[in-house]
């Protein structure tokens, strides 16, 4: 019997269920979306769903985890760049608002996860690093002075609309000037 091989069925047992979920909760909302069809759609038992999730919770804030640490990846160089506020800022939108129109999935499950009850009340869904450029721009008094979380949340939900705009509403794609446009709005704000 070989570990690593059992492990790698595990493994893509889970991520097979977490991909199902993300399609079917994307498709049809977190309520209209039971344990027993996941099972049937994806293949997998029942019981082998509830090994890896204790719930259909869990797994909606597992698949939620997940997509915060990719958020976190695709912002991390323009979050730790060493250059001006405002163009650190604008530069984490555009990142934002192209990594949620790459994966439109994953941005439908977000835009969900963001209003329903699961979303836990004064989170973010911002890593530290990210966190840390708002609360730098409210020390530094060049943000407005609000809580970092609530400038986090205006930024977070400004990019959500544009790749609203561009996935969901245009008849025409939105240029890459648009978007630099967008960003721009966004800073002016934030900005003091």
């Not at 059992?6 to 991520?15: A, N, P, Q, Y």
């Not at 969900?112 to 008094?141: A, H, I, L, N, W």
Request: hydrophobic share 40%.
């Amino acid at each position: 019997m070989n570990i690593r091989s059992d492990m790698k069925k595990i493994l893509s047992k889970r991520e097979k269920v977490m991909q199902t979920a993300l399609r079917m909760f994307a498709h049809g909302g977190f309520h209209a979306s039971p344990m027993s069809e996941l099972a049937s759609v994806s293949g997998v038992a029942v019981g082998t769903i509830y090994h890896h999730f204790a719930s259909k919770e869990d797994l909606i804030l597992a698949l939620h985890s997940s997509a915060k640490d990719r958020i976190a990846g695709a912002l991390s160089t323009a979050a730790k760049g060493k250059f001006p506020l405002s163009k650190k800022t604008q530069e984490m939108f555009v990142l934002l608002h192209n990594h949620f129109t790459r994966d439109v999935l994953e941005f439908s499950f977000l835009d969900q996860f963001q209003s329903s009850p699961f979303s836990p009340p004064g989170k973010t869904m911002f890593d530290k690093q990210v966190m840390d450029v708002f609360r730098e721009g409210v020390k530094e008094g060049k943000f407005k002075k609000l809580p970092a979380e609530v400038l986090a949340e205006f930024f977070y939900n400004t990019a959500a609309a544009s790749a609203r705009m561009q996935l969901f509403t245009q008849k025409k794609k939105i240029s890459s000037k648009d978007i630099k446009t967008f960003a721009e709005m966004c800073w002016n704000g934030l900005k003091k």
